[in-house]
T-cell receptor, first 115, second 112 residues
């Protein structure tokens, strides 16, 4: 069964609105989750590392005020794209770190289309 | 600066033959490498991994080879099956389970 649940799987929104994406760890408690973004025909790019109970660590070039990450519990991290614009249209994927078994599991992704 | 590169964007292979996917990296601090398979509009699924203390790891039809001196790894799929058609990403990290740096992916098409 799925280890990571991510939803919504797709969302279409108007420019200027905010979109929240949820990532849930189903099988274990996760202190660390990662958020990736993939543009068409490009690789997965790490956006930020989400740490339970503390502030997320953002990669260079990723605006923390635009991509709000909340990791309030050991099983849930959320990514909110604030004031979305068409250039934010992308495939967003979360991943969950299983430290015990040293494995990384991915969610099914969210396709965001901003009109 | 791409630290992980997959120089072949696509690969076409006949069913039953071997698929060889290559990946090069530049960061000598990487010590853990993984291959993921990805279908369109889905998240990547883990295939196989290898740590820097090994030079080969095998799991069924999938074998990963690591050449540390050349900073090169490859994934062999044999025999290739039509269901293997997907995009394959190699990824590298500085410690097992740490954040990963992905290559650009190689699209594999296995023809029946």
């Amino acid at each position: 069964g799925a280890v990571v649940s991510q939803h919504p799987s797709w969302v279409i929104c108007k420019s200027g609105t905010s979109v929240k994406i949820e990532c849930r760890s189903l099988d274990f408690q996760a202190t660390t989750m990662f958020w990736y973004r993939q543009f068409p025909k490009q690789s997965l790019m790490l956006m930020a590392t989400s740490n339970e109970g503390s502030k997320a660590t953002y990669e260079q070039g990723v605006e923390k005020d635009k991509f709000l990450i909340n990791h309030a519990s050991l099983t849930l991290s959320t990514l909110t794209v604030t004031s979305a614009h068409p250039e934010d249209s992308s495939f967003y994927i979360c991943s969950v770190l299983d430290r015990l078994n040293e494995k990384l599991f991915f969610g099914s992704g969210t396709q965001l289309s901003v009109l | 600066d791409q630290q992980v590169k997959q120089n072949s964007p696509s690969l076409s292979v006949q069913e039953g033959r071997i698929s060889i996917l290559n990946c090069d990296y530049t960061n000598s601090m990487f010590d853990y490498f993984l291959w993921y398979k990805k279908y369109p509009a889905e998240g990547p699924t883990f295939l196989i991994s290898i740590s820097s203390i090994k030079d080969k790891n095998e799991d069924g039809r999938f074998t990963v080879f690591l050449n540390k001196s050349a900073k090169h790894l490859s994934l062999h799929i044999v025999p290739s099956q039509p269901g293997d058609s997907a995009v394959y990403f190699c990824a590298a990290g500085e410690a097992a389970g740490n954040k990963l740096t992905f290559g650009g992916g190689t699209r594999v098409l296995v023809k029946p």
